[in-house]
């Protein structure tokens, strides 16, 4: 008998070596007294507006005590499962790393901008579990299922070695949207065994492209293997600028960071797009501060933006070569960004967002929205390193 341990991956801690925890759209499920962890999820979201199609690539990392177990990850609608390059997220991490400091924008010259910077089976045919598809993406086998309903899904799981720790309430908020499942078993060849007898690897990146009316993120589903907080890091490729809804907009940490940094700006150096922008958002910067200020008193952690562009065919040189990288990496790595060639796209938004979750934050599904404030669409860009960007 299978006993199952959910925890779930959200979304991305991807500056290269990340260490920190985290939690996504899947969850995993393991053997009886056997515990998998999952240290830092990555994923990277395209978004097609006109045709209302979804794709997110996840790549999973994971540690624990058994050499055998798998994920589950639901979507809106019947998902494609497409391969990607294993050291994809490693490129797109390097490719969004803050480019230098522009020291003529800023009065006071380098030293001063330097200085403050410092500081298939028998259930299946009694019960209305129905497979779609099954196959294998990489070196992973998966199975995309639909169910009517929680506890037909649960016997199923059950059934095919896999015992599900969680209510059935939540396998029910998916099965009564009409969401799809898409089950994967994780190969052990993936898996480093450490000295103390655990397993520890990253799974292959796997894309995921499926039909949607909203850009939406599974969050409900990683509540469950949550014990108090999860980080997740969103890189978004869309036709603007992204952000997270309401209370988790990155706008309350953004607009007095960026608003603070242009002070120290030349006048005459300031677009006509950036001179309307700050005027519009200065007089909610107080605020804005003090409701960080807030939420910090309250233990939770406001949303973050660390990088934020409109690809241009520059970039695109940039990744294939033809125009210098001028950021600090091997070159060895630099060389490999050609791999991000079929996905990074000409003319879209890419929107890279930090967000800690705590657990009571993740009782519904996430839904991106414009990036704004007050109904005025934000539209600034953020690739260089600011005067009052984090160090």
């Known amino acids: 008998m299978w006993r199952h341990k959910v925890l779930i991956l959200t979304a991305l801690s991807f500056i290269?070596?990340?260490?920190?925890?985290?939690?996504?759209?899947?969850?995993?499920?393991?053997?009886?007294?056997?515990?998998?962890?999952?240290?830092?999820?990555?994923?990277?979201?395209?978004?097609?507006?006109k045709k209302k199609i979804e794709s997110f690539t996840v790549q999973p990392k994971f540690e624990g005590n058994v050499a055998d177990f798998g994920m589950v990850i639901p979507t809106p609608s019947q998902p494609k499962l497409n391969e990607m390059p294993r050291e994809f997220f490693k490129m797109l991490a390097i490719f969004t790393i803050l480019e230098p400091m522009d020291v003529n924008k800023y009065k006071g010259g380098r030293s001063q901008l330097l200085f403050m910077r410092s500081g298939a089976s028998r259930m299946e045919a009694k019960s209305r579990v129905r497979i779609l598809e099954a196959g294998i993406v990489g070196s992973l086998d998966y199975k995309i299922i639909v169910a009517d309903r929680a506890?037909?899904?649960?016997?199923?799981?059950?059934?095919?070695?896999?015992?599900?720790?969680?209510?059935?309430?939540?396998?029910?908020?998916?099965?009564?949207?009409?969401?799809?499942?898409?089950?994967?078993?994780?190969?052990?060849?993936?898996?480093?065994?450490?000295?103390?007898?655990?397993?520890?690897?990253?799974?292959?990146?796997?894309?995921?492209?499926?039909?949607?009316?909203?850009?939406?993120?599974?969050?409900?589903?990683?509540?469950?293997?949550?014990?108090?907080?999860?980080?997740?890091?969103?890189?978004?490729?869309?036709?603007?600028?992204?952000?997270?809804?309401?209370?988790?907009?990155?706008?309350?940490t953004w607009a007095p960071m960026w608003n603070n940094a242009v002070s120290f700006a030349l006048?005459?150096?300031?677009?006509?797009?950036?001179?309307?922008?700050?005027?519009?958002?200065?007089?909610?910067?107080?605020?804005?501060?003090?409701?960080?200020?807030?939420?910090?008193?309250?233990?939770?952690?406001?949303?973050?933006?660390?990088?934020?562009?409109?690809?241009?065919k520059k970039d695109i040189d940039v990744l294939k070569g033809k125009k210098r990288y001028n950021r600090d990496a091997p070159k060895a790595d630099v060389e490999k960004l050609k791999l991000l060639l079929d996905y990074v796209e000409k003319g879209q938004f890419i929107t890279k967002i930090r967000k800690v979750f705590t657990k009571g934050e993740m009782n519904a599904d996430l839904e991106f929205v414009r990036a704004e404030v007050n109904e005025w669409e934000d539209k600034i860009e953020y690739y260089s390193i600011l005067p009052t960007s984090p160090p």
Request: charged residues 25%.
């Open 16 to 49: 290269l070596a990340a260490q920190t925890p985290a939690e996504s759209a899947c969850c995993y499920f393991a053997a009886k007294d056997k515990d998998v962890l999952q240290p830092a999820q990555k994923a990277f979201i395209t978004w097609d507006a």
């Open 267 to 312: 006048p005459e150096k300031l677009t006509r797009r950036e001179g309307a922008w700050r005027s519009h958002i200065r007089p909610f910067v107080q605020q804005f501060s003090r409701q960080v200020k807030q939420m910090r008193s309250e233990r939770i952690e406001p949303t973050t933006l660390e990088w934020a562009k409109k690809i241009t």
């Open 151 to 252: 506890d037909d899904l649960y016997a199923w799981l059950k059934d095919n070695k896999y015992s599900y720790a969680g209510d059935e309430a939540t396998l029910d908020f998916y099965i009564k949207k009409g969401w799809f499942f898409t089950v994967m078993k994780i190969d052990p060849a993936q898996m480093k065994q450490k000295p103390d007898g655990t397993y520890a690897g990253e799974i292959t990146p796997t894309r995921f492209t499926f039909s949607s009316e909203k850009l939406i993120y599974p969050l409900k589903i990683t509540q469950i293997s949550v014990k108090d907080q999860t980080e997740a890091l969103f890189y978004i490729q869309a036709p603007h600028k992204i952000d997270l809804p309401g209370a988790f907009s990155y706008q309350f």
